[in-house]
């Protein structure tokens, strides 16, 4: 292939390209709407199990902002389109 045709080809194959990640992006997004979070949650099953694993469940910390619960909470909001929410 003659590298001017190539060349001439380029600004065409970018924007496919990005075309494509747009589309690739808003499947994704429109899935999060299924129950279980689609695609989006796939691997939070393994998260949550290194997170269990990883840290003590003593009832002082139920309270605080060290619960299991407090820090599963943001990793679970962290691929939705949920607002963001306060811990207390």
């Given at each position: 292939?003659?590298?001017?045709?190539?060349?001439?080809?380029?600004?065409?194959?970018?924007?496919?390209?990005?075309?494509?990640?747009?589309?690739?992006?808003?499947?994704?997004?429109?899935?999060?709407?299924?129950?279980?979070?689609?695609?989006?949650?796939?691997?939070?099953?393994?998260?949550?199990?290194v997170v269990v694993k990883m840290?003590?469940?003593?009832?002082?910390?139920?309270?605080?902002?060290?619960?299991?619960?407090?820090?599963?909470?943001?990793?679970?909001?962290?691929?939705?389109?949920?607002p963001p929410q306060v811990i207390?």
């Amino acid at each position: 292939m003659d590298q001017s045709a190539v060349l001439s080809n380029l600004p065409a194959a970018i924007v496919a390209v990005g075309a494509l990640g747009t589309a690739a992006f808003g499947l994704v997004d429109a899935l999060k709407a299924l129950p279980g979070g689609g695609i989006s949650r796939a691997g939070f099953k393994y998260i949550r199990e290194v997170v269990v694993k990883m840290t003590p469940q003593p009832h002082s910390l139920e309270a605080s902002g060290l619960s299991r619960a407090s820090m599963l909470h943001p990793l679970n909001l962290s691929g939705s389109t949920a607002p963001p929410q306060v811990i207390r």
